[in-house]
């Protein structure tokens, strides 16, 4: 009877130890890059290269593979530049044909901001200068900077 806790209780430490990676096993990512209705587009990114500016703010992004871009930041009021990554996870399902959305995190020594940038095509002008698409920036707790961007394309 002993031997019978022993092994049930050495199980439920091994299977306390699991971690389970909803994201991995989700049935939107799937490895063939279909989508079942939550996103659509979760292919390669539309954006290679961006530069995009607003009211005292600068943004300029890279891609480094398909769905992941570096990106450099000047924010209002900020001692430096902000950096990080953000990544492409497909259009969000109802959202306007064009729309792109880039989200992820930028970084000034330990501070961080969760970014959630969105483009919309269509010619715009800010700051004396014209560009593709009009761009809004989402920063943590941030009021939305608004501003043009020009995407790349290869």
């Given at each position: 009877m002993i031997g019978r806790y022993l092994v049930l209780g050495s199980?439920?430490?091994l299977v306390s130890g699991c971690v389970i990676d909803e994201e991995a096993i989700s049935p939107n990512n799937r490895p063939d890059g279909q989508t079942t209705g939550q996103t659509r587009g979760t292919g390669l990114s539309p954006v290679p290269d961006m530069k995009a500016w607003g009211k005292d703010?600068?943004?300029d992004v890279k891609s480094i593979d398909g769905k992941q871009h570096s990106?450099?930041?000047?924010?209002?009021d900020s001692s430096g530049p902000w950096m990080g990554t953000l990544n492409y996870?497909?259009?969000?399902?109802g959202a306007p044909a064009g729309l792109v959305s880039l989200n992820g995190e930028m970084r000034q020594g330990i501070a961080m901001l969760q970014?959630?940038?969105?483009?919309t095509p269509g010619n715009c002008s800010a700051e004396?200068?014209?560009g593709t698409h009009k761009v809004t920036v989402n920063l943590t707790d941030g009021?939305?900077?608004q501003?043009?961007?020009?995407?790349?394309?290869?």
């Open positions: 199980f439920a430490i703010w600068t943004l990106a450099q930041m000047t924010i209002p996870h497909g259009t969000p399902q970014t959630i940038v969105t483009l004396g200068r014209t009021k939305p900077l501003g043009c961007a020009n995407v790349a394309v290869y």
